[in-house]
Nanobody
Framework: QLVESGGGLVHAGCSLRLSCATA????????VGWFRQAPGKEREFVAA???????TSYADSVKDRFTIYRDNANMVSLQMNSLKPEDTAVYFC??????????????????????WGQGIQVTASS
């Protein structure tokens, strides 16, 4: 089970931090990715972190503004700075837990993940 927190409404240029925690019997370390879906658009990749935490990957649209990191074995956060109106979307965290994985690989495709959070709204107003 994945539980997201930290979304909300902010002015453009401000910051938010999203967190994704694994809970229940499945609470452990996984490779994790963040995705987002804006109204009328397809879900898109945002950022990913490897199981080891040594590797990260970002979409070009968020590079140098967003940072993904591990708080601890069971939580991954996404620090979002300089938010833009085009960042407005429902954000989902995902974990790869049912299939083998490389400890130092970042998975950027939604099809590569097994568990998904319920989604959390992020709105950056202009």
């Amino acid at each position: 089970q994945l539980v997201e927190s930290g979304g909300g409404l902010v002015h453009a240029g401000c910051s938010l931090r999203l967190s994704c925690a694994t809970a229940g019997r499945s609470a452990r370390r996984y490779p994790v990715g963040w995705f987002r879906q804006a109204p009328g658009k397809e879900r898109e990749f945002v950022a990913a972190i490897s199981w080891s935490g040594k590797r990260t990957s970002y979409a070009d649209s968020v590079k140098d503004r967003f940072t993904i990191y591990r708080d601890n074995a069971n939580m991954v956060s996404l620090q979002m700075n300089s938010l833009k109106p085009e960042d407005t979307a429902v954000y989902f965290c995902a974990a790869r837990g049912e299939r083998a994985y490389n400890e130092n690989v970042c998975y950027t495709g939604g099809f590569e993940y097994d568990y998904w959070g319920q989604g959390i709204q992020v709105t950056a107003s202009s």
